[in-house]
């Protein structure tokens, strides 16, 4: 798990249940009412109805459902951080979640799993760890540049990527080259 494999930089705004965020070529917008990913580099827009269940273009949600595995938890103190070490069942897919908080601002500052290999590779190879590899992996999440931007709520406006033209959706100029696929059926 110490060998670091691959390193991503990405940037999460959040207004109230609305949130956009970007990590290198993908990025999600979630209003109200939809779910938005763009995948930049297939020049993909998928497309689904917002939904309180879990999704996987919603990193909330999917801890939400990974913390309800869990057996046993502590929390220690460190300066003006909280650190709340979380463990799993023996097999689990993930093993360990550290969460460290800082508990002046309420800011999150890190994340750590510690994580079956396999949930980290591609279809063709989702069931197998590579030679070389071990079976738990590493993957670690800091975040930091925190700043309180005025509220502009034309950043989660589905508008600025697509519109309906009757049952069609159509994208905006800005992503002509894009192809839209709806995941919700009935959208």
Do not use: W
């Not at 990913?37 to 497309?47: N, P, R, S, W």
């Not at 917002?50 to 057996?71: F, M, W």
């Not at 463990?87 to 360990?96: M, T």
């Not at 800011?107 to 590779?121: D, F, G, H, V």
């Amino acid at each position: 798990p110490g060998t670091l494999l691959d390193s991503l930089k990405g940037k999460i705004e959040i207004s109230g249940e609305n949130y956009r965020s970007t990590l290198d070529n993908t990025e999600t917008i979630r209003n109200a009412k939809y779910s938005i990913v763009l995948f930049k580099e297939d020049k993909l827009m998928y497309l689904a109805a917002n939904s309180k269940s879990a999704s996987p273009a919603d990193p909330l949600e999917t801890l939400n459902t990974l913390l309800k595995g869990a057996t046993n938890s502590t929390f220690s103190y460190q300066k003006r951080n909280t650190i709340i070490n979380v463990l799993f069942p023996a097999g689990a897919n993930c093993k360990q979640l550290s969460i460290t908080i800082d508990t002046v601002s309420h800011r999150l500052l890190s994340m750590q799993y510690i994580l079956k290999t396999t949930l980290l590779m591609g279809d063709e190879m989702k069931n197998e760890v590579p030679e070389g590899y071990e079976e738990y992996a590493q993957v670690k999440a800091s975040f930091y540049n925190y700043k309180d931007i005025p509220v502009n709520s034309s950043r989660f406006d589905e508008k600025a990527f697509f519109y309906k033209d009757g049952d069609a959706f159509k994208v905006m100029p800005e992503y002509e080259d894009y192809t839209i696929f709806v995941g919700t059926p009935g959208l």
